[in-house]
């Protein structure tokens, strides 16, 4: 049972380059997460999905976008990366809107 | 004020202590309180999921959440090499956005 799953695992992107993180899960959830950690900072919520066909900001939306391309996949855009944008972001799933959510591994992301 | 304050550390203790790790929240209508471990390049796991006030628990595992006070904890006995992690609290009142804390970072030490 694979749960969260998140690609790629590392990049080392240069600022201004744009790519996309993919995750998937394959709990049946209905609701999607994408949360950044940073040292110090602790996880920090960038969008989310409540349910299929729906998105919304969260505390650090600025720089990203996403796509719920169906019930199983979310995906997190950076159109123009800067150096802001190193750090570690997790996808997470849950069944409700806010319920326990399960995390991937995480995609450590680095900015030059 | 952030919502919910919890201790970084770093916290070290020797193997077979009891562990006490805490958090405090501002908003009192939280009633959902979890905590979260995280070990070094993995993603958070649950580990532990309350409602309301009350004790939980669950093998070496104890949660605890004190509403009056706005206090929560998460007690390890007989800590071992393998409980060294990073522990998250995280807490939510009703269909409110998940909270969580910054984490505090744990050393068992053999």
């Known amino acids: 049972n694979a749960g969260v799953t998140q690609t790629p695992k590392f990049q080392v992107l240069k600022t201004g380059q744009s790519m996309t993180l993919q995750c998937a899960q394959d709990?049946?959830?209905?609701?999607m997460y994408w949360y950044r950690q940073d040292p110090g900072m602790g996880l920090r919520l960038i969008y989310y999905s409540a349910s299929e066909g729906t998105t919304d900001k969260g505390e650090v939306p600025n720089g990203y976008n996403v796509s719920r391309l169906n019930k199983r996949e979310f995906s997190l855009r950076l159109e123009s990366a800067a150096p802001s944008q190193t750090s570690v972001y997790f996808c997470?799933?849950?069944?409700?809107?806010?319920?326990?959510?399960?995390f991937g591994q995480g995609t450590r992301l680095t900015v030059v | 004020q952030k919502e919910v304050e919890q201790d970084p550390g770093p916290l070290s203790v020797p193997e077979g202590a009891i562990v006490s790790l805490n958090c405090t929240y501002s908003?009192?209508?939280?009633?959902?309180f979890m905590w979260y471990r995280q070990y070094s390049r993995k993603g958070p796991e649950l580990l532990m999921y309350t409602y309301s006030s009350g004790n939980k628990e669950d093998g070496r595992f104890t949660a605890q959440v004190d509403k009056s006070s706005k206090y929560i904890s998460l007690f390890i006995r007989d800590s071992q090499p393998s409980d060294s992690a990073t522990y998250l609290c995280?807490?939510?009142?009703?269909?409110?956005?998940?909270?969580f804390g910054q984490g505090t970072r744990l050393t068992i030490n053999p």
């Open positions: 997470a799933s849950s069944l409700g809107a806010w319920t326990e959510a399960f």
């Open positions: 908003n009192s209508a939280f009633q959902y």
């Open positions: 709990m049946n959830h209905n609701s």
């Open positions: 995280a807490m939510k009142g009703g269909a409110q956005k998940l909270v």
